[in-house]
């Protein structure tokens, strides 16, 4: 992890960044990796401040065919949730569900955050009661 933050600070720009993704994908051809490397790339870019390319990253894991993980999932939510990106919050969730990244009560603690940043309290608790639905809670 430390070695992809210091990669992710080297190079600033959004081109160097993709060909960052793109050599990733490229080693995992010649290298036996496991696609933790996708999850790790994602948080590194969010550790040092980048959500967008932490975004584009996640996008492109799920893109070639590797399911990041929940945590790195929840760690992109949390720094969407920070830039008040509350739209793109919905995004990941839904992208979550679409390729069978089973959410945690930290997901759900999340975007209950982003529910209470949008201020609808009719949302927050229908979102709850879907939550006590699927188990996660006792309301």
């Not at 996708?38 to 948080?43: A, E, R, S």
């Not at 401040?49 to 999932?73: D, H, N, Q, W, Y």
Request: glycine content about 6%; proline content about 2%.
């Amino acid at each position: 992890m430390k070695f992809l933050c210091e990669l992710v600070e080297l190079i600033k720009d959004d081109l160097a960044s993709e060909d960052v993704f793109k050599n990733l994908v490229l080693c995992t051809e010649d290298c036996n990796w496991d696609p933790v490397v996708f999850d790790m790339l994602v948080k590194a870019y969010l550790r040092m401040g980048r959500v967008r390319e932490g975004l584009r990253s996640f996008r492109k894991t799920l893109r070639v065919g590797f399911v990041p993980t929940v945590i790195a999932s929840n760690c992109l939510l949390n720094g969407l949730l920070k830039l008040n990106c509350t739209d793109r919050c919905w995004e990941v969730y839904e992208e979550m569900e679409r390729f069978g990244i089973a959410p945690n009560l930290y997901t759900f603690n999340i975007l209950t955050h982003v529910l209470c940043k949008d201020g609808d309290t009719g949302k927050v608790n229908k979102f709850l009661e879907k939550m006590e639905e699927e188990g996660y809670c006792n309301i």
